[in-house]
């Protein structure tokens, strides 16, 4: 094959979304939290001046949540991925619900986000109360795994259709070997294990999508923040809710 031009070659720089005001701020709280951003990650945060001695409104953040390193010589490729709904019509379709749900003809359904450790992240994200709709899965086709989040939407609202997935590519034999023990657990939980596609279809046939954070999470971190912008969420509060969310989620398990 041709070898494409230069000015043809991509990386993905940002990714630019728009959020209702509560998903704003569990955002910033989930950015900092459960990625890991740091104040010097937030690269910029834009507010509208408050009228009549009112406070500022934030408008925008952006926040980065890596700088890949490769250990060895890695082409990083930058990859879209897309679907249409394949099912004949009047039969369910989450593809199409996600759509026609939301009066779009085009929907970013999910950001696959690269980590070197996948186990350890899944980790961290499963001791605070982040949801999952698959355990780690190891691709059939490509040496990766990869383990898809809940839904971000407001709890007892309509589901967004946008969730996270994340993938370590190249995992070694032993953090496959602790993949398949982990899923060999669920499996015998719930005996038919299917894939993502499958697992989202049974979601919204069911009515039941699975949030990012559970609804008790989500509001117990919007009581504790109130009406502070996303400025104003302080590193105590990060630690304060950081703490809320281990302990609430260790409750969960042990009940
Ligand atoms: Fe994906």
Redo the contacts with the bound molecule.
């Keep these: 094959m041709q070898q494409k031009p230069h000015f043809m070659n991509f990386t993905v720089d940002h990714m630019t979304m728009l959020f209702h005001p509560k998903l704003y701020t569990i955002a910033y709280v989930v950015f900092r939290v459960i990625f890991g951003a740091s104040p010097d990650d937030i690269l910029y945060e834009k507010r509208r001046p408050g009228k009549n001695g009112e406070k500022d409104t934030s408008m925008t953040f952006a926040t980065r949540v890596g700088t890949w390193e490769a250990k060895e010589k890695d082409p990083l490729p930058t990859i879209f991925?897309l679907v249409q709904p394949s099912e004949p019509v009047g039969q369910p379709s989450h593809v199409r619900t996600m759509l026609d749900g939301h009066d779009q003809t085009t929907h970013l359904q999910?950001v696959?986000l690269r980590t070197p450790d996948l186990i350890s992240f899944h980790r961290h994200c499963m001791e605070r109360g982040v949801q999952f709709v698959t355990p780690i899965l190891k691709d059939d086709h490509e040496n990766l795994i990869?383990v898809?989040s809940g839904e971000w939407f407001l709890p007892g609202g309509k589901s967004s259709g946008f969730f996270f997935?994340f993938?370590q590519r190249d995992p070694s034999n032993d953090e496959l070997a602790v993949i398949q023990k982990q899923n060999k657990q669920s499996w015998f939980r719930d005996e038919t294990f299917l894939g993502?596609y499958d697992e989202k279809e049974r979601e919204y046939q069911s009515g039941k999508v699975r949030p990012f954070l559970s609804d008790e999470l989500f509001n117990a971190i919007i009581s504790y923040v109130g009406s502070k912008q996303v400025y104003e969420i302080t590193e105590d509060d990060l630690a304060h809710i950081e703490k809320m969310m281990l302990e609430m989620t260790a409750q969960t398990k042990k009940a």
């Design positions: 991925a999910h696959a990869q898809f997935e993938v993502l």
